[in-house]
């Protein structure tokens, strides 16, 4: 969104929901275009609407859903997301996220992302490991992806100790991370 001149803002949490909505025009895109050209002129349609309910002690479960259009294009993305606290320690979070985007005319492509954590913390260790999978059609211009086409196993562990005086704490941390394209081509 570059250049906006309406627009509307919605937020707001009670009982254990969270809500946001926007609504949004964005003049930019069609001011790229040169006059003459199908769309010059024209404004794309933003709206992003996000809900989410917290149970438990730091636990929630949420979705949201973006679009945007300008003339034929257009882009959808429908999420669901959770984190669950399992105990003072331990933390499971997972996202799921559909895709739906044309450009022009042109048939809509789709995709999809995965991305969940193990995470284990505490003051002396600690734990996690993440599976990423982002398809190569999946497509947020609304967000932010910095990469498609992969999938990726990461893990990473710490321990840490506390033995006072000039020396506050000390410890080794170890971390592995795989990454390979849907062809199963390693990064």
């Given at each position: 969104?570059?250049?906006?001149?309406?627009?509307?803002?919605?937020?707001?949490?009670?009982?254990?929901?969270?809500?946001?909505?926007?609504?949004?025009?964005?003049?930019?895109?069609?001011?790229?275009?040169?006059?003459?050209?199908?769309?010059?002129?024209?404004?794309?349609?933003?709206?992003?609407?996000?809900?989410?309910?917290?149970?438990?002690?730091?636990?929630?479960?949420?979705?949201?859903?973006?679009?945007?259009?300008?003339?034929?294009?257009?882009?959808?993305?429908?999420?669901?997301?959770?984190?669950?606290?399992?105990?003072?320690?331990?933390?499971?979070?997972?996202?799921?996220?559909?895709?739906?985007?044309?450009?022009?005319?042109?048939?809509?492509?789709?995709?999809?992302?995965?991305?969940?954590?193990?995470?284990?913390?505490?003051?002396?260790?600690?734990?996690?490991?993440?599976?990423?999978?982002?398809?190569?059609?999946?497509?947020?211009?609304?967000?932010?992806?910095?990469?498609?086409?992969i999938r990726?196993?990461?893990?990473?562990?710490?321990?840490?100790?506390?033995?006072?005086?000039?020396?506050?704490?000390?410890?080794?941390?170890?971390g592995a991370?795989?990454?390979?394209?849907?062809?199963?081509?390693?990064?």
């Amino acid at each position: 969104i570059a250049d906006p001149q309406f627009g509307t803002r919605v937020t707001g949490k009670a009982g254990g929901w969270a809500l946001g909505a926007l609504a949004i025009d964005d003049r930019a895109p069609g001011r790229r275009l040169e006059a003459g050209v199908p769309g010059f002129g024209d404004r794309a349609a933003v709206g992003i609407v996000r809900a989410q309910r917290e149970f438990g002690e730091q636990s929630a479960i949420g979705v949201l859903a973006t679009s945007r259009d300008f003339g034929p294009s257009f882009s959808r993305v429908v999420s669901a997301d959770g984190r669950v606290k399992l105990n003072d320690n331990w933390v499971v979070l997972g996202q799921a996220a559909f895709s739906q985007t044309a450009e022009g005319p042109a048939a809509a492509i789709t995709g999809g992302l995965v991305d969940a954590w193990l995470r284990r913390s505490s003051r002396t260790w600690g734990y996690e490991a993440n599976y990423r999978d982002i398809g190569p059609d999946f497509r947020a211009p609304l967000g932010f992806v910095r990469r498609v086409d992969i999938r990726s196993v990461e893990q990473a562990a710490y321990r840490n100790w506390f033995p006072g005086g000039r020396v506050l704490q000390f410890g080794p941390e170890l971390g592995a991370n795989a990454i390979w394209d849907h062809a199963g081509t390693l990064q």
